[in-house]
């Protein structure tokens, strides 16, 4: 089992600084409340999450976190992913 966080400054940065458009980064803000987040993708969820990282990580900060959590994901054995609060 593979284990990746998101910093709770990288949190804070993307839901509160970076300005993201929630239709466009739909899969990023189910991850939204830091707390209370409790969610499972799979299948075209997982591939949707890992593009919406990569775009952010294009054009963003913190992209060597991303890059960190992007590789903790985006490999062909996992075929599924929790997320989980604090």
Excluded: P
């Excluded at 709770?8 to 707390?35: M, P």
Aim: glycine share 4%; proline share 0%; net charge positive.
């Amino acid at each position: 089992m593979n284990k990746s966080e998101i910093s709770e400054d990288l949190h804070y940065w993307l839901f509160n600084l970076a300005n993201l458009d929630k239709g466009r980064f739909r899969t990023i803000f189910r991850v939204q409340d830091y707390y209370k987040t409790n969610i499972q993708l799979s299948g075209i969820e997982i591939s949707s999450f890992i593009e919406e990282l990569k775009e952010i990580r294009k054009k963003f900060s913190y992209s060597k976190e991303i890059e960190r959590i992007v590789n903790c994901i985006n490999q062909q054995n996992i075929s599924k992913i929790r997320i989980t609060g604090d």
